[in-house]
């Protein structure tokens, strides 16, 4: 599985940003797709996810409100858009892929390479 994420950058805070997830092929139906993020020095934790099949969502608590995940069917691709950015959002988000729903790290067995995000103040 090849897994490619995008979109990251430097925002101001309260700005917008929005992520892409690309699959080199596609998801599956019973596929879900989750973002985490990695701050210095912090562990990787979960973001949101989104069931492939039926489009349920889920989220943590830190960004529920302000950030949306959705599925573009046609391009086999996931987005995170990120609204009312905070400098705590800032970290390397990646995108993963597996086939069961969890906010572990462990729960996904793809991943794509990291992209920055910079919130300043």
């Known amino acids: 599985v090849q897994l490619q994420a995008s979109g990251g950058g430097l925002v101001q805070a309260g700005g917008s940003l929005r992520l892409s997830c690309a699959h080199s092929w596609r998801f599956f139906s019973s596929s879900v797709v989750a973002w985490f993020r990695q701050a210095p020095g912090k562990e990787r934790e979960f973001v949101a996810a989104i069931r492939w099949g039926t489009g349920i969502t889920y989220y943590a608590d830190s960004v529920k409100g302000r950030f949306t995940i959705s599925k573009e069917s046609a391009k086999n691709t996931v987005h995170l858009q990120m609204n009312s950015l905070e400098p705590q959002d800032a970290a390397v988000y990646f995108c993963?892929?597996?086939?069961?729903?969890?906010?572990?790290?462990?729960?996904?067995?793809?991943w794509g390479q990291g992209t920055q995000v910079t919130v300043s103040s």
């Open positions: 993963a892929a597996g086939s069961q729903y969890g906010t572990s790290h462990k729960d996904y067995r793809s």
